[in-house]
């Protein structure tokens, strides 16, 4: 049960090209579950850019097993973090992550990670605000991208795990109690 199938091929598929690979879908590996010492097969999402090393390598606890996509973007903005010192920080960055194993059912199928903050502050003039303006609508058009495929990686999650045995139950938990925590 360590057969590791096309885990080392992972990690260098841009983005983009892997949410819409066929073949990621299907990447089947093995880790070890540190509180029993049993193999454990794991089916990446689709998109999944993690190769998993340090989850194949090493006993693991399954709640710490998690697949994710890249983030959408690395746009940032200079902000004033709230310390009077500007810095270029990055601006609603969004992946697709899922938990497989997580105590919280909900993040058990694909959701998405949105990197946002408050009190963070841009100091600009009327071309300083347009330019503002016109990252986060870029932005903004990146996330509706990132939302299409978060459906569609979804829905092939979820039928995908339907048809293992065993993972039905947990598909309908994540689904119809979104925020019960519940033991793996
Ligand atoms: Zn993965």
């Given at each position: ?21 066929t ?15 049993r ?21 693991t ?124």
């Amino acid at each position: 049960m360590h057969s590791i199938a096309r885990a080392s091929t992972a990690t260098s598929f841009p983005t983009e090209q892997l949410l819409d690979a066929t073949a990621a879908s299907s990447r089947t590996w093995t880790f070890t579950n540190s509180e029993t010492g049993r193999p454990v097969t794991v089916t990446c999402m689709q998109g999944c850019t993690d190769d998993h090393t340090q989850d194949i390598a090493t006993p693991t606890h399954p709640i710490d097993i998690a697949c994710w996509s890249d983030q959408d973007g690395d746009t940032t903005l200079p902000i004033d973090p709230n310390t009077g010192t500007v810095e270029d920080l990055a601006v609603l960055a969004t992946r697709i992550q899922v938990d497989p194993f997580s105590q919280v059912v909900a993040h058990r199928l694909p959701y998405a990670c949105v990197e946002i903050v408050q009190e963070n502050y841009i100091a600009v003039d009327p071309d300083g605000l347009l330019s503002v303006i016109n990252t986060l609508a870029g932005r903004l058009h990146a996330m509706r991208r990132t939302h299409a495929d978060l459906v569609r990686v979804r829905a092939e999650y979820v039928e995908r795990e339907a048809r293992v045995e065993g993972h039905v139950d947990r598909i309908i938990a994540a689904i119809t109690t979104p925020t019960a925590e519940v033991q793996v």
